[in-house]
């Protein structure tokens, strides 16, 4: 694992894909599905899913917002309503019950929607006793992650691995007691960035997102 530091490791998001799938050669030619979690992690996750010769497929997850401060999360939701909550955040902040309550019919509503838009008529890869690995870009607060992680058990997946370049602390702590993770570096600053990883960064649009998953280089199931 890298030092933690500020100086970017990774070029692009290619890049951290390529190192990150060095580090799950040993699940080459086992049964595995890749589930990228879009829109930043499927850069990542078609690297793996080639360099491993595994099924490509999405696992859309959305963070919920504040009320009153949208930039900011209290949970995540995931494609198949499976949703984690920061219980610690929502006393604090003062929730009501019946905000939780709309934001999460909000949010759930909007993940569907993504879900068809990257699917089509595409249907959910089979990880029953599968290998599946969830792909990130980074672990900021971990909540987008653990409801990835909640919704592949629900599938009842063999093994669940999680593999993102870098994770701040707080989060990697979180994310391990669920599930495995594969990582090249973790971030001690207060301020954890995941963007400060990369020497190029941008907002991945769905059409990205799309051609990713219609390549015809990719097994869809």
């Known amino acids: 694992m890298y030092p933690p530091r500020i100086t970017p490791l990774f070029h692009n998001r290619q890049d951290a894909g390529q190192q990150l799938a060095a580090k799950l050669i040993e699940y080459k030619g086992?049964?595995?599905?890749?589930?990228?979690?879009?829109?930043?992690?499927?850069?990542?996750a078609v690297e793996i899913a080639r360099a491993i010769d595994a099924v490509l497929d999405v696992v859309v997850v959305r963070k919920l917002p504040l009320?009153?401060?949208?930039?900011?999360?209290?949970?995540?939701?995931?494609?198949?309503?499976?949703?984690?909550?920061?219980?610690?955040?929502?006393?604090?902040?003062?929730?009501?019950?019946?905000q939780v309550d709309e934001q999460v019919t909000s949010v759930t509503a909007r993940v569907r929607q993504r879900s068809l838009l990257y699917r089509k008529d595409r249907a959910l890869s089979m990880v029953r006793?599968?290998?599946?690995?969830?792909?990130?870009?980074?672990?900021?607060?971990?909540?987008?992650?653990?409801?990835?992680?909640?919704?592949v058990k629900r599938r009842r997946?063999?093994?669940?691995?999680?593999?993102?370049?870098?994770a701040s602390s707080v989060a990697l702590e979180k994310v391990q007691k669920s599930a495995r993770v594969v990582t090249l570096a973790e971030g001690v600053e207060s301020h954890f960035t995941v963007a400060d990883y990369y020497r190029h960064w941008h907002d991945v649009p769905d059409s990205e997102v799309i051609k990713i998953l219609?390549?015809?280089?990719?097994?869809?199931y």
């Not at 086992?30 to 930043?40: A, D, E, K, M, Q």
């Open 30 to 44: 086992r049964p595995s599905v890749v589930l990228g979690i879009p829109n930043g992690g499927m850069h990542l």
């Open 67 to 98: 009320p009153l401060h949208p930039e900011a999360g209290f949970g995540a939701v995931a494609d198949d309503g499976s949703f984690i909550l920061n219980e610690e955040l929502l006393h604090r902040e003062g929730v009501t019950q019946e």
């Open 129 to 151: 006793g599968k290998t599946a690995i969830i792909v990130d870009d980074g672990l900021a607060s971990g909540y987008t992650m653990l409801a990835a992680v909640e919704s």
């Open 157 to 166: 997946a063999g093994e669940i691995i999680v593999a993102v370049p870098v």
């Open 214 to 220: 219609d390549s015809s280089a990719i097994r869809p």
